[in-house]
């Protein structure tokens, strides 16, 4: 099994391109999230979706924006890369049960310069 | 205040030691609460779901304290493949967005 999967791994951009980070899930589950980790800050919530075509906002989205076009996608966008998103992005998904576990991606580490 | 606070460590201890890490959350709605552990570099995976009676996996035996809003997480006869760092996380609320502690660094030396 796949799991999730994240595209790309590695990335370096410069200060103002744009990019997508791709999320590919295949165990049919209807909520996915992404989060960034930075050391010391541990994961914190950019946006999630509870469900195709549904997105929100979690605790930093500022400079990002997602779409859920398809239940087991889910895509990272950013239109003006800036250095302080310099930073692991983990995608993660899991079902509706309020006790069940998120599955992670492998990260996709971004490099802005 | 962030919602999952733990102690970042680092805790530093010889194979065969004992050590016990703690988390407290802020919400007293939350629902459902884990251990993930996550190596250097890599994703975090489920350790184990922690449950209101307590629960043990092998070496490792998780509680929670709802009255006083904390988890643990207790680390038996320790083994340097512990070595890593251990998530605290909660998940509140209708939509059970699981929220991250910063974690704690654990190291475990010959």
């Known amino acids: 099994n796949a799991g999730v999967t994240q595209t790309p791994k590695f990335r370096v951009l410069k200060t103002g391109q744009s990019m997508t980070l791709l999320c590919a899930q295949d165990m049919n589950h209807e909520y996915m999230y992404w989060y960034r980790q930075d050391p010391g800050m541990g994961l914190r919530l950019i946006h999630y979706?509870?469900?195709?075509?549904?997105?929100a906002k979690g605790e930093v989205p500022d400079g990002y924006n997602v779409s859920r076009l398809k239940k087991q996608n889910f895509l990272l966008g950013l239109e003006s890369a800036a250095p302080s998103q310099t930073s692991v992005y983990f995608c993660a998904s899991s079902t509706t049960g309020r006790g069940t576990e998120a599955f992670f991606g492998q990260g996709t580490r971004l490099t802005v310069v | 205040r962030k919602e999952v606070e733990q102690d970042p460590g680092p805790f530093n201890v010889p194979e065969g030691a004992t050590v016990a890490f703690n988390c407290t959350y802020s919400n007293s709605a939350s629902q459902s609460f884990f251990w993930y552990r996550q190596d250097c570099r890599k994703e975090p995976k489920l350790l184990m779901s922690?449950?209101?009676s307590g629960n043990e996996d092998g070496r490792f035996t998780a509680q929670l304290n709802r009255a006083s809003q904390y988890i643990s997480l207790l680390i038996r006869d320790s083994k340097l493949s512990d070595s890593a760092t251990y998530l605290c996380v909660v998940r509140s609320g209708g939509s059970y967005i699981p929220t991250f502690g910063r974690g704690t660094s654990l190291i475990v030396h010959p």
């Open positions: 979706s509870v469900g195709e075509g549904t997105t």
């Open positions: 922690v449950y209101s």
